[in-house]
């Protein structure tokens, strides 16, 4: 069997004072005071230990392309760094078989001033091609990117479009036998996304091996055959994709879209009230793991009231990949609004409007109040799991532009432009 | 949206071999005492693209452009000439206190700008060091070697003025590219010791200004080293930038030369370009961590 990375109990330890980014570089002041504390000790004062990596081991063979998720903070990028010799682990080790070229960031160490042909010889360089290697390439890329009329424009007139098309073109053309592959592809437009993993199935097919992080499960079931999920800094799972990333979105829960507490002694509750299921699903009530970023989507949950007398207040939080709480969404039905509520089976369904959310994964949490006495009966986290997806048809809020778009939410909004002669 | 475009024909690609041995082991620690210097060697043509960058982009949107690199020395020179050369009397060994203080400030100058890019090099490149692997060592060394443009250009002037003041060089002359292998040497050495410590303390950014200022007088720049009497002109060696500038004078002018300091200052500036080496590459792999 032939490997081309071996990664042995990888461990990497930040101290927190070390990464914040008020506190990112010491004074030698800091380090003298400090040591004048703790005179035979290590420096380290205020600081708090993290384990970005906590034991890390996986063999992957030559050729193959692995995808690695997780939620942010999971240990990805440190990963990626590790084994791209950005950084040293803290113990463990790795061992790499072949020529690797690392892509964290489109674009590295491309210069403003420079023209695109220029930048493609740096930014080349700097990935470790030869400049024979570019010569023999360079039309390659400059057809890859689009931009042969500006080839020989400074990039600093390029749109961003142009400069990440070009940024991407040149690194697409590595040629090393293992790649690592940050999320790279969450640039450009959607046309040229598509392009890219193309690109990138490509070099997988040519035998290379590839490593690919991506938050797009999409990106990652069409590339990658096996899946490696980390969570704080640890391999939770590795396996065939479909598998790890069921696991992943539905985090052992089952359908991610639903969860269920068939042993009622088990449900979230207590004697007043009692959780028995909650299901994130489309209008047409068929439970969704991936709903369209276009289409409203229905959360309901069902409960039982086992002790009547009360008024109630079920209520559902929304949190996103970042672990920002989107909303908080309490149940309006003027129909048991302010009144006593008799025991008893219910069901309370919100509709989540569509073109509201925005992409990513959305953790549900459920929780319910009773009034007078004003009692917290249960408050669940992660009960459903669902990904909004955008299938960048143009008509979303996106609209035509195919890269990243900040905001928790994104709905469509009226806009309106008006020309006022010239 | 427009039609997609026909993906470029992916060349049916050299067969990928597997190879036996590990290319590269990560976090094997390795010895503290061997220089990755194979490493380096790879990643040769990065040292020439960075260099042609920053020769490139240096004078980009200034008016004067690449006469900065001679307005820069020929002015200080001037300043030097009036206070030092004609109001403070200082010998110039016998020859034109202007091409005298020129022959030292054009080393001098080429070292200080050096120190002051090369201390600087792995901070200005934070993007590329947090994202890239490659030997870090590429980035002070090739900001050192981007001013030897710069020192060229100074250096025409210098033909001018000695042409002027009828200077004729001597055999000596033959010297100076050793001499200037000298100052790029130390310029390196000092470079990686600066440039590795500010990664991890942001002071030296603050000292390294006030070091150069300071530097400059302790080097025979504005004045010979011929005013100190033996031992201790030999002992001035310590300084490695005396050896340079009094080697320059002494290729180009043909001023005595102080055989000892210089053999003395070569010494010195092996010394801290092996021990800059030694220290940038046991610190390197932590830089994209404090960076």
Redesign the interface.
């Known amino acids: 069997m032939?490997?081309?990375i071996?990664a042995q109990n990888?461990a990497k330890l930040?101290q927190i004072g070390?990464r914040r980014e008020m506190a990112?570089?010491?004074?030698?002041?800091d380090?003298l005071a400090g040591l004048l504390r703790r005179p035979l000790g290590r420096a380290s004062v205020g600081s708090v230990d993290l384990w970005a990596l906590n034991d890390i081991s996986f063999d992957i063979k030559?050729?193959e392309v692995v995808g690695i998720i997780g939620r942010n903070g999971a240990g990805k990028s440190t990963l990626l760094?590790?084994?791209?010799?950005?950084?040293?682990?803290t113990?463990?080790?790795?061992?790499?078989?072949?020529?690797?070229a690392?892509l964290?960031?489109v674009g590295?160490?491309f210069?403003p001033?420079?023209t695109g042909r220029?930048n493609v010889?740096?930014n080349g360089?700097?990935?470790?091609m030869?400049?024979a290697e570019i010569d023999r390439n360079f039309d390659?890329i400059v057809?890859?990117a689009?931009i042969d009329k500006f080839i020989d424009t400074a990039v600093k007139f390029y749109s961003s479009g142009m400069y990440v098309r070009l940024a991407f073109a040149v690194a697409a053309h590595l040629?090393p036998?293992i790649l690592i592959v940050d999320e790279v592809l969450a640039v450009g437009d959607?046309?040229f996304q598509?392009?890219c993993l193309?690109?990138m199935q490509?070099v997988g097919q040519?035998?290379?091996t590839v490593l690919f992080v991506s938050h797009s499960m999409q990106a990652i079931l069409r590339m990658c055959d096996r899946t490696i999920l980390l969570d704080g800094g640890s391999v939770v799972a590795d396996g065939p994709s479909h598998k790890v990333v069921n696991t992943y979105l539905g985090k052992d829960q089952g359908a991610m879209g639903q969860r269920e507490w068939l042993d009622p002694a088990r449900a979230p509750g207590g004697e007043v009230a009692r959780l028995r299921a909650v299901r994130a699903c489309d209008p047409a009530g068929v439970i969704e793991n991936t709903v369209d970023i276009r289409t409203p989507i229905i959360i309901e949950m069902e409960y039982e009231v086992l002790k009547g007398g009360y008024v109630m207040i079920p209520h559902f939080y929304l949190v996103n990949d970042d672990n920002i709480r989107i909303l908080t969404s309490i149940d309006m039905d003027p129909e048991w609004r302010r009144r006593l509520r008799p025991a008893g089976r219910y069901v309370s369904r919100v509709a989540i409007p569509g073109n509201f959310l925005a992409e990513g994964t959305i953790y549900v949490e459920a929780g319910l109040t009773t009034l007078e006495p004003q009692i917290g009966q249960w408050y669940e986290k992660d009960v459903a799991t669902f990904q909004v997806a955008d299938n960048m048809e143009?008509d979303s809020a996106r609209g035509?532009w195919g890269g990243k778009i900040q905001g928790i939410v994104r709905p469509l909004l009226d806009w309106s432009t008006t020309y006022s002669g010239s | 949206?427009?039609a997609?475009?026909t993906?470029?024909t992916?060349l049916p690609?050299e067969?990928?071999k597997?190879?036996?041995?590990?290319?590269?082991?990560?976090?094997?620690g390795g010895s503290p005492f061997a220089l990755r210097l194979r490493d380096v060697w790879e990643?040769r043509?990065?040292f020439?693209?960075?260099v042609w960058?920053d020769v490139?982009?240096r004078y980009?949107?200034t008016l004067l452009g690449a006469a900065w690199a001679i307005i820069q020395p020929l002015m200080t020179m001037l300043i030097f000439t009036i206070i030092f050369g004609r109001l403070a009397g200082i010998s110039s060994d016998g020859h034109p206190y202007p091409v005298f203080s020129y022959a030292g400030l054009l080393p001098w100058q080429f070292f200080s700008a050096a120190l002051g890019a090369a201390s600087n090099s792995l901070i200005n490149?934070s993007?590329?060091?947090?994202?890239?692997?490659?030997p870090r060592l590429v980035l002070p060394v090739s900001a050192v070697l981007a001013g030897l443009v710069d020192f060229a250009i100074a250096f025409v002037v210098l033909l001018g003025l000695m042409l002027f003041y009828q200077v004729v060089p001597t055999l000596a002359v033959l010297l100076l590219p050793l001499f200037l292998l000298q100052a790029v040497i130390t310029a390196i050495g000092v470079g990686l010791w600066l440039s590795a410590v500010n990664?991890?303390?942001?002071?030296v950014r603050h000292a390294v200004p006030f070091i150069v200022q300071f530097w400059l007088f302790a080097t025979p720049v504005v004045y010979p080293s011929s005013l100190l009497s033996e031992p201790w002109r030999t002992l001035f060696g310590l300084n490695p930038m005396a050896g340079v500038v009094e080697g320059f004078r002494w290729a180009l002018l043909g001023s005595a030369p102080p055989s000892g300091m210089i053999a003395f200052s070569a010494l010195i500036s092996l010394v801290l370009l092996v021990s800059g080496l030694f220290y940038f590459q046991s610190v390197e792999?932590?830089f994209?961590?404090?960076?």
Not at chain 1, 125 to 128: D, E, K, Q, S
């Open positions: 032939t490997y081309a071996r990888l930040y070390q990112k570089y010491a004074t030698l002041r380090s030559f050729g760094k590790v084994l791209s010799r950005i950084t040293d682990p113990s463990g080790r790795a061992e790499l078989y072949g020529r690797v690392s964290l960031e590295t160490g210069h001033e420079l220029e010889y740096l360089a700097i990935l470790g030869r400049k390659e057809a890859f689009e040629s036998e959607a046309r598509k392009k193309a690109k490509d040519q035998g290379r143009g035509d | 949206m427009s997609v475009n993906q470029p992916v690609a067969p990928v597997a190879p036996h041995k590990p290319l590269v082991v990560i976090g094997s990643y043509e990065l020439y693209f960075l960058r490139k982009v980009k949107q490149s993007a590329m060091v947090r994202k890239v692997y490659f990664a991890r303390y942001r002071d792999r932590k994209a961590d404090v960076i």
